[in-house]
């Protein structure tokens, strides 16, 4: 059975859920006698431009420190998003995330500048075969995965196993997990520009009108989405089997790596950081949980969650955690170890 630490903690001070961080990571640290790597990346999310409720950055000033101490040089490391928005690109995504104050240490892009720099994780389970992970995240055999537990409208919620399956995945990793393999074209919107054409390395579009995709030879790196100056390429958002697709891409983003993950259930809102604006919270801050085992984490965080407010809240993602089992990441069982501050 699978630990996970605990600290309550209902306030809104940044800086001791910080300091609640560091505690819980070096509790794990000591009981598994967890060895660190000379470099190890730290996966947060930024924060889509306009987003008010995202885990600010002094959330991870102690861990930072913490790992400076022990002589391990920490970095953020992200992936570029899908859709059309504030982190697009790698040059628009480290713009969002200096302006939200990640300016504490280095910002890796793992996917390349539009997102289609990736590396095939072969894991051959039910839906997915090979994952599209971003290519920077072979470089590190350890991460530490700091993840804000709230609300998501097709996973039912983000935690652990989201950072892991959308923020390790490239575009096109995030591409076939939401839908089928390759994006769609409005024609009423394309101007025949030719700029897909040029940025495609798989010959996969023409124009004989209007820009078509070739299904055959996308091979879903969704770059194309990303240089479309009239937002006229897309995903269609309607695949199928989505929660059990989540769940084996971070099956893949987790293969071979030695990962300590963190969670803050703060600012639990309905909807996740990617959306750009205000959202009001829907529930009470409960605290800081981590571990080892992502399935467990997140298993704890929202059974914590329904205690507290619904047995109905986020249900959608048991589905999810319920896959993730079945394949072999982790256990929803776990054993709750209070930490008292």
Known sequence: MSKVYFIENHGSDYNQLGRDAVRLL??????????FEKEVPIKVHFGEKGNTTFIPP?????????????GVAPSYIETNVL???SRTTTGKHIETAEDHGFTQIPIIIADGDIGTEFDEIEINKDYIKKCKIGKGYGKYKQFIVMSHFKGHAEAGFGGALKQLAMGFASRGGKLEQHSGISPV??????ISCGICVEKCNYDAITIPDTAVIDSDKCVGCAGCIAVCPQNAIRNTWGGSNFPEKLAEYAYGAAKDKDIIYIAFA??????????????????KNIGVLAGKDPVALDAACLDMLQRNESDKLFEKGRKTLAHAEKIGLGSTEYELVTINI
């Open 26 to 35: 070096k509790t794990i640290v000591s009981e598994t006698n967890h060895k």
């Open 58 to 70: 002094q959330c991870y000033d102690e861990t930072i420190n913490y790992l400076k101490e022990k």
């Open 83 to 85: 859709y059309r928005g």
């Open 185 to 190: 074209v409005k024609a009423s919107k394309c």
């Open 266 to 283: 703060h600012n639990i809102t309905e909807d996740c950081d990617c959306t750009g604006s205000h959202m009001d919270l829907i529930a």
